[in-house]
């Protein structure tokens, strides 16, 4: 089967947290598939407006899963599809947010912001080569993509208690994504595929987080990088080298995508 396109996370895939930059290596990989034809997409809990703070924002892809799903863009970062968390379950955790109870930031279309900044923002800010997010108020009736709670695992399940709609992925020790239950990379990935007319068995996908689990049992072939928990190896079709040791351009080659 011909692959047609590939889905890549963001941090830890692509981006090297420990040099802070895209490999070059993983740059050319990336040149090479458009070169042949293959369509380049990302797969990611960023929103777009975090890639202007990261070496990424100079690759043109040809679609955007943002949010680990629940937001779509085309290739001119146009809106292809949309799935907020339903208000109700923002109203339920709002007096958690407006009484700073803990740090909880809410992600909309057009914006980022947080209640308070403590030192477990920083951490997860960090682990992540990340700006720390301004502040803000909620607007009633605004849409809500995706809430992060900087916290440990036993708070932020309390706040995904209030919200009965949604669940919850870790990215960093102290920091999660809450999204709705329907929602997902692998939802954000159905939309780009429909809208290509490409199959999922056409498509490699690689990840090395919690949130790329499904992402990778989904693609036609799922590759887990070399930097990935044991659990995300396990769910893999195949195990690449770190995002520092060449572990997309080797993966690509021994599929002889490349």
Aim: glycine share 8%.
């Amino acid at each position: 089967m011909k692959i047609k396109a590939a889905f890549f996370d963001i941090d830890g895939t692509l981006i090297s947290h420990k040099h802070g930059n895209i490999p070059e290596d993983t740059r050319m990989a990336l040149a090479q598939l458009r070169e042949k034809g293959v369509q380049i997409f990302t797969s990611t809990g960023r929103h777009i407006l975090e890639f202007a703070q990261l070496p990424i924002n100079d690759i043109a892809f040809d679609g955007y899963v943002l949010l680990n799903g629940q937001l779509c863009l085309d290739h001119r970062k146009e809106v292809l599809s949309g799935s907020p968390i339903e208000e109700q379950d923002i109203l339920r955790i709002l007096p958690l947010f407006e009484k700073r109870e803990l740090p909880i930031a809410f992600v909309e279309k057009d914006r980022i912001y947080i209640n308070y900044i403590d030192e477990k923002v920083e951490h997860a800010q960090k682990a992540i080569s990340s700006e720390l997010p301004d502040l803000g108020q909620y607007h009633p009736g605004e849409r809500v993509y995706l809430v992060n709670v900087f916290s440990d695992r036993e708070e932020a399940y309390k706040v995904l208690e209030e919200m009965p709609h949604c669940k919850l992925t870790w990215w960093t020790e102290y920091g999660t994504d809450i999204i709705a239950k329907s929602g997902g990379k692998v939802m954000g990935i159905k939309q780009m595929l429909e809208f290509h007319g490409i199959r999922p068995e056409e498509i490699i996908a690689f990840g090395d987080g919690e949130n790329d689990t499904e992402m990778l049992e989904f693609a036609g072939i799922g590759v887990a990088m070399g930097n990935s928990e044991d659990y995300v190896k396990e769910r893999a079709d195949y195990v690449t080298d770190d995002v520092d040791a060449g572990g997309i351009l080797h993966a690509l080659q021994h599929f002889g995508i490349l």
